[in-house]
């Protein structure tokens, strides 16, 4: 069990899991028949008389379990027709959620960084003041917005507050606080003294997401570093420990991993 509880066999391979329901399932006697697609559970005075196949083929029963999965994912097959049957059988069905789902924010410039990925970052999700969600580890930006695993986990207490704005905030150099953050900044200029701002930043953060941080920063980018105020400064170092994003979705159901 890893963290998140995301539960995974020890080999790795998902064709462990299902040699152990087929053995579990040879062991007692079930009849297995594969690609046979359920089209409706039949009923008779109001109690279920059978299961009719997509062939046409019809199994008698007196009772189903409906084991047909969520709605995500319908290349697995699990494309939703739990619900219907399970609301024709009387079942109350509630408003299905995507989640473990990527996440589109709002801001435009998000683009510029697609197929970057962060290692070893915190975020923190808010909606309004009120903290809803917090993880440490890797994300990842796309052409829509953010995924990867603290993304992914962390949508799940997302969709409860969407489509209404929730802030996903990042803190870029976690190991730092504030002060230790500023020193190291300070030195670095100190050593980079008449370098221009835009040219200052190769040691803190990766390449693509420099640009992003200097037009965020409002800093000159073409200012000599010895010339940036200590406000400035601290802006900067605000900025690196709070990148924020604003949450304003989540990609389709197809791409969740859950529903
Ligand atoms: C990309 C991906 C990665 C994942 N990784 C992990 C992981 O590492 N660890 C983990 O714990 N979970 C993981 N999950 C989640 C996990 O796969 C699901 O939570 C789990 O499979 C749900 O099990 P289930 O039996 O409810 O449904 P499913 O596994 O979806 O099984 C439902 C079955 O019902 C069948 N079916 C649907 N409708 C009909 C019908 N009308 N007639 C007949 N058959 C029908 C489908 O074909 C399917 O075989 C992952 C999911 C995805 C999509």
Not at 165 to 182: G, M, S
Request: proline fraction near 4%; charge should be positive.
């Amino acid at each position: 069990v890893e963290r998140g509880g995301r539960v995974f066999p020890e080999s790795d391979k998902s064709s462990d899991i299902i040699r152990c329901f087929e053995k579990y399932l040879n062991e007692n006697n079930v009849d297995i028949m594969l690609n046979k697609e359920v089209a409706e559970i039949q009923k008779e005075n109001e109690k279920i008389s059978g299961v009719k196949l997509k062939d046409g083929l019809k199994i008698k029963c007196d009772s189903v379990i409906i084991a047909t999965g969520g709605m995500s994912y319908p290349l697995t097959g699990s494309t939703g027709d739990g619900y219907k049957f399970a609301k024709l059988m009387g079942h109350t069905i509630k408003d299905i959620k995507p989640s473990l789902v990527p996440l589109v924010v709002k801001e435009d410039w998000v683009k510029e960084l697609m197929g970057l990925s962060l290692k070893n970052v915190s975020v923190t999700m808010k909606y309004k003041d009120k903290v809803i969600y917090k993880d440490f580890g890797e994300m990842l930006f796309t052409h829509f917005g953010i995924s990867g695993p603290i993304v992914l986990s962390g949508s799940r207490s997302a969709v409860d507050y969407l489509p209404n704005e929730v802030e996903f905030i990042i803190d870029l150099k976690p190991a730092l606080n504030f002060n230790e953050l500023d020193r190291r900044v300070l030195r670095d200029f100190g050593n980079l003294k008449n370098k221009q701002f835009k040219n200052s930043l190769n040691e803190l953060l990766p390449q693509k997401l420099i640009p992003v941080i200097i037009n965020l920063s409002e800093i000159n980018p073409e200012k000599r570093v010895n010339e940036i105020t200590k406000d400035e400064r601290h802006k900067l170092v605000n900025l690196l420990k709070n990148f924020k994003l604003t949450v304003v979705g989540t990609r389709p159901i197809d791409e969740a991993i859950i529903t």
